[in-house]
Nanobody, 128 residues
Framework: QVQLVESGGDSVQAGGSLRLSCAASGYKSTYSMSMGWFRQAPGKEREGVAA???????EYADSVKGRFTISRDNDKNTLYLQMNSLKPEDSAMYYCAASSPWRPLTARQVLGGTVDYWGQGTQVTVSS
């Protein structure tokens, strides 16, 4: 069973930056997994923000392209989301998610929610 623990959420001013981290455990390496970041604001549906498949291909939601960067360190079993030029509309609970090992997924599929494991979330609040 894969466990995911997010960290790095905080309250920042608009225009600021944050880096979220997601530590994975319960499996020997994240190398074989596709992973992604999702967010959910109050009263809204959860949406895919950024995804990276096990081959290293990435996909982003249009709303964050050019501002957010997803990356992974398989040696540390950690997924990251660098968020720059934050806007108040980026405020949400951010969740890390991962596929089962060795599922042959595209990054687009992961961004669309084809994942098997979820973290508990970390809160990001951006004030204007």
């Amino acid at each position: 069973q894969v466990q995911l623990v997010e960290s790095g959420g905080d309250s920042v001013q608009a225009g600021g930056s944050l880096r979220l981290s997601c530590a994975a455990s319960g499996y020997k390496s994240t190398y074989s997994m596709s992973m992604g970041w999702f967010r959910q604001a109050p009263g809204k549906e959860r949406e895919g923000v950024a995804a990276i498949n096990r081959y290293g291909s990435t996909e982003y939601a249009d709303s964050v392209k050019g501002r957010f960067t997803i990356s992974r360190d398989n040696d540390k079993n950690t997924l990251y989301l660098q968020m720059n030029s934050l806007k108040p509309e980026d405020s949400a609970m951010y969740y890390c998610a991962a596929s089962s090992p060795w599922r042959p997924l595209t990054a687009r599929q992961v961004l669309g929610g084809t994942v098997d494991y979820w973290g508990q979330g970390t809160q990001v609040t951006v004030s204007s």
